[in-house]
């Protein structure tokens, strides 16, 4: 389950940089969500499109989440609420 | 194509040849960014369901594109529900008016979304064409909320105080009841034909098609490859083209052919016009043989002073978040006309003969010929003063305007991003966006997902523009250098235009966004503050707080505008001949 969010939310962060056209640096768990090549739209598009796709939406459900500053961090919140 | 107006609405009546044709397909843009970017390929699918015998009408939901209302102020009921009100009373106008016996709805994204819901509301839809639809309500409203969020730096109240992004305020209830909406839950007639175009893959969009396919509706699923440039972001300068819709119009046909033989009597369209309180809106077409499209603004009380408000970027003539309708609006107010305008291959423009289905490029079309033409347009009107007013490469496009022709008296430039064009300039504007100095400020001085998200962030691209930008301002060192020794005296383009502008008694404003790139290459000949520009009557320079490159925060946005307000009601109080003195000032004091 763990390993089909991360492979979810990578799949859904290499979809939308390629449909807003943004050059996505190579995706590790250390790399910096700013700079990840993705801005504030796309990151409201990869969080409501994993909603959709993971029924998860660990911003929304939980108003004291830490803001994510890493890849790795941003993982981790989605498989947490899947756990 | 003739523009129409439907209870407020501006809209476009593209008709099929020889007026015939059973089935009319209503067109439903996305919001915001989205309608934007997909205008002009959705007026080539217009003019292509034409060409194959629909009639095909394109029109601005309230509050949105050239319509009535402004988007910050729900109607009663609230946007989604007025937006839903418009497309039935489009598509009944669209029936009345050509005849046609059965209707196919279109829309993309959030459009796309409406137009499903209309479907399931009428009984004379035949077919549905879904482009990236938003399955679900909720998602659309979660990605509005969190990128509200991630620009104001926070949570945002909004279940109390409803949500404000770009040009739109949606009150709690809104918001309420688009959450609500799941194209799941809708039930196609059996009889509709249903094509559905993804962009990617889907869980919920594969479970709405299946949904569908189980009611009985005939659903297929193309491609969408083609039709990305409907979503392509329209600064990107080397790509011109618009979206290939042959896949979408051979599907249509297959289905549900026009019906070529059914003649119909197509009674005399009214000319269109959105009245607006203290003034009235009508298209304008002009240019050799009317190619050129702009929206006239005319206030209730004589008026003999018109600006030309032009297109920022490659965005239609109503601008991002809808600033230069309200612009044009508040001018109106001052007793000041206005044209917005669309140069030749943007918004509802057409290119040269052999280019109409393409975009034109952002800087390097000589626009002085669209601008003289909208100028002889506004004179056979009777207005006898005029102004010039653009954002970025309209900025840049209006400054150089008013060099070519002496009838302008004014220009407002907001983020004027440079003076003259050089190939080094063009790589520099490819990133403007992109400053290292503006990026490790908001990185490690901001901090927070404030600001870094609130822009544009790409390393690379930041990288590479730092460098350009570098080399502009050497060229700029150099050029100075050679002025102080007498090698380059009046040779600086920028000094160049300004004298001879300001000789000629045009008031000019400069605005700039505070930290923006653009102002880099105003600096290097004027200074940081504009100082250099005393020796320039009649030209003023502010930095706005808060204003982004497009306009598209809304605090930044009315401050420039109450800036470009003041600039013309000064400037329409004395004759154009006479130029103030060398205002100078920089732009923390906001004006009365």
């Known amino acids: 389950m763990l390993s089909s969010v991360r492979a979810t939310i990578l799949d859904q962060i290499k979809l939308v940089a390629e449909h807003q056209r943004k050059l996505l640096m190579p995706l590790n768990d250390r790399l910096p969500l700013l700079d990840s090549g993705l801005d504030s739209l796309c990151i409201a598009i990869i969080v409501a499109n994993l909603e959709d796709e993971l029924g998860l939406d660990p911003f929304g459900t939980c108003n004291n989440v830490s803001i994510p500053k890493t890849l790795g961090e941003f993982i981790a919140l989605y498989e947490n609420g899947a756990a | 194509m003739t523009p129409v107006t439907i209870d407020g609405c501006f809209g476009w009546l593209h008709e099929p040849r020889g007026q015939v044709g059973r089935v009319g397909v209503l067109i439903c843009p996305g919001l915001m960014l989205d309608a934007i970017r997909s205008h002009c390929s959705l007026r080539l699918l217009g003019d292509q369901l034409a060409e194959a015998g629909y009639w095909a009408l394109r029109f601005d939901y309230p509050g949105t594109g050239d319509s009535g209302q402004e988007g910050d102020v729900e109607p009663e009921g609230g946007h989604w529900q007025a937006w839903q009100r418009s497309i039935d009373r489009a598509a009944d106008w669209l029936v009345a008016t050509t005849g046609v016996t059965e209707l196919v709805m279109c829309g993309l994204l959030a459009g796309a979304t409406l137009a499903a819901l209309a479907a399931t509301r009428r009984s004379d839809v035949a077919g549905l064409i879904q482009f990236a639809p938003i399955v679900r309500g909720h998602s659309y409203v979660r990605q509005c909320q969190v990128q509200a969020e991630l620009q104001a730096g926070g949570p945002l109240a909004i279940a109390e105080q409803g949500l404000s992004i770009r040009e739109f305020h949606f009150s709690p209830a809104t918001l309420d ?96 016009e959105v009245r607006l309180a203290g003034c009235a809106e009508t298209p304008l077409r002009f240019g050799h043989g009317g190619r050129l499209f702009g929206i006239l603004c005319r206030p209730d009380c004589d008026s003999e002073m018109a600006a030309i408000i032009t297109n920022p970027g490659r965005d239609p003539h109503y ?77 840049y496009h209006s400054l150089h305007g008013a060099l070519a022709d002496s009838r302008i008296s004014a220009l407002m430039m907001v983020n004027l991003p440079l003076f003259s064009l050089t190939d080094d300039v063009i790589d520099y504007l490819r990133w403007r966006n992109y400053s290292l100095r503006r990026y490790v400020h908001k990185f490690f001085v901001v901090g927070g997902w404030k600001l870094p998200w609130s822009g544009k962030v790409d390393v690379s691209s930041i990288l590479r523009g730092w460098v350009v930008r570098a080399q502009v301002r050497a060229s700029a060192m150099v050029r100075n250098f050679g002025s102080k020794v007498g090698f380059a005296g009046e040779s600086a383009p920028a000094h160049h235009i300004m004298a001879t502008l300001s000789a000629r008694g045009v008031r000019m404003l400069f605005l700039f966004s505070p930290g923006q790139p653009e102002i880099d290459a105003f600096s290097q000949e004027f200074g940081r503050s504009g100082e250099k520009l005393a020796a320039y009557p009649g030209a003023e320079m502010h930095v706005v707080p808060g204003m982004d490159h497009s306009m598209a925060v809304a605090s930044g946005r009315l401050l420039a505008h109450a800036y470009m307000l003041e600039f013309m009601a000064a400037g329409s109080a004395r004759p154009s001949s006479a130029p103030a003195n060398g205002a100078l000032r920089t732009g923390d004091v906001a004006p009365a």
């Not at chain 2, 289905?357 to 506004?378: C, F, G, K, T, W």
């Open chain 2, 319 to 395: 601008g991002p978040c809808r600033q230069s309708v309200t612009l044009a609006r508040e001018l109106a107010r001052l007793g000041i006309a206005s044209l917005r305008m669309d140069f030749a291959g943007l918004g509802d423009s057409l290119g040269p003969s052999g280019e109409e289905n393409a975009m034109s490029h952002v800087y390097e079309v000589d626009r002085h010929p669209d601008i003289q033409d909208a100028l002889d347009a506004l004179e056979r009107l009777g207005f006898h003063r005029f102004a010039l007013q653009g954002l970025c490469s309209g900025a």
């Open chain 2, 177 to 272: 009841e688009m959450s609500k909406v799941d194209l799941r839950k809708i039930r196609p007639r059996p009889d509709q034909m249903i094509g559905v175009y993804p962009r990617g893959p889907s869980k919920m969009l594969n479970e709405c098609v299946q949904l569908w396919r189980q009611a009985g509706a005939n659903v297929v699923t193309g491609e969408f490859a083609g039709l990305e440039p409907m979503l392509r972001d329209n600064i990107l300068i080397d790509e011109n083209s618009l979206a290939d819709f042959s896949e979408v119009l051979a599907w249509l046909s297959r289905t549900i052919p026009p019906g070529t033989t059914h003649q119909v009597t197509t009674p005399a369209l009214p000319p269109a």
